[in-house]
Nanobody
Framework: VQLVESGGGSVQAGESLTLSCEVS????????MGWFRQAPGTEREGVAG???????VYADSVKGRFTISKHGTKNIMYLQMNSLKPEDSAMYYC??????????????????????WGQGTQVTVSS
């Protein structure tokens, strides 16, 4: 299973970015996908998740600003990030695994529940 993220970059506070994550395989029995981020010296934290039924979850810090979605026919997940803040700066990773409660993405140590990861894409927000 390979995941490839794209769309990171450097922006000013208040601007927007859209991240994409393409997955090389389709999980026939359902899946849970998530976006995680990790800033230097911090733990990897879940930002948003979506499962094969379309259920979504968001971390409190991004609710109302970020939107997770998936392509209708292709194995691609997106993260639309609006009103970006300097504290959103981090390496963003996408992850996928078999079907599980989507709430696990934003749970404490939620990253430990996922076996398949992308290489990450850097997001830098300056004030």
């Amino acid at each position: 299973v390979q995941l490839v993220e794209s769309g990171g970059g450097s922006v000013q506070a208040g601007e927007s970015l859209t991240l994409s994550c393409e997955v090389s395989v389709h999980f026939d029995n359902g899946y849970c996908m998530g976006w995680f981020r990790q800033a230097p010296g911090t733990e990897r934290e879940g930002v948003a998740g979506i499962d094969s039924n379309g259920m979504t979850v968001y971390a409190d810090s991004v609710k109302g600003r970020f939107t997770i979605s998936k392509h209708g026919t292709k194995n691609i997940m997106y993260l639309q990030m609006n009103s970006l803040k300097p504290e959103d700066s981090a390496m963003y990773y996408c992850a996928i695994d078999g079907f599980r409660p989507v709430s696990m993405v934003v749970a404490l140590n939620g990253a430990n529940a996922f076996d398949y990861w992308g290489q990450g894409t850097q997001v830098t927000v300056s004030s």
